[in-house]
């Protein structure tokens, strides 16, 4: 997997693992923990999705 340069700065380099969100009918994003299934949390700042987290279909 390629790097960001420079090392150690804090952010993120690709995804987050075993997480995955999915759009609620009322258009928020709910993050789920993909080992349990279980929802985690749910974005009602805005209606834009997790940012690194993979959508699901």
Request: proline share 5%.
């Given at each position: 997997m390629a790097t960001n340069p420079p090392k150690g700065d804090g952010h993120r380099n690709g995804s987050v693992r075993s997480r995955s969100q999915t759009q609620t009918s009322s258009?928020?994003?709910?993050?789920r923990n993909a080992d349990t299934g279980r929802f985690m949390?749910?974005?009602?700042?805005?209606?834009?999705?997790?940012?690194?987290?993979?959508?699901?279909k």
């Open positions: 258009g928020h994003y709910v993050k949390d749910v974005k009602t700042s805005d209606k834009s999705p997790f940012k690194g987290v993979r959508k699901e």
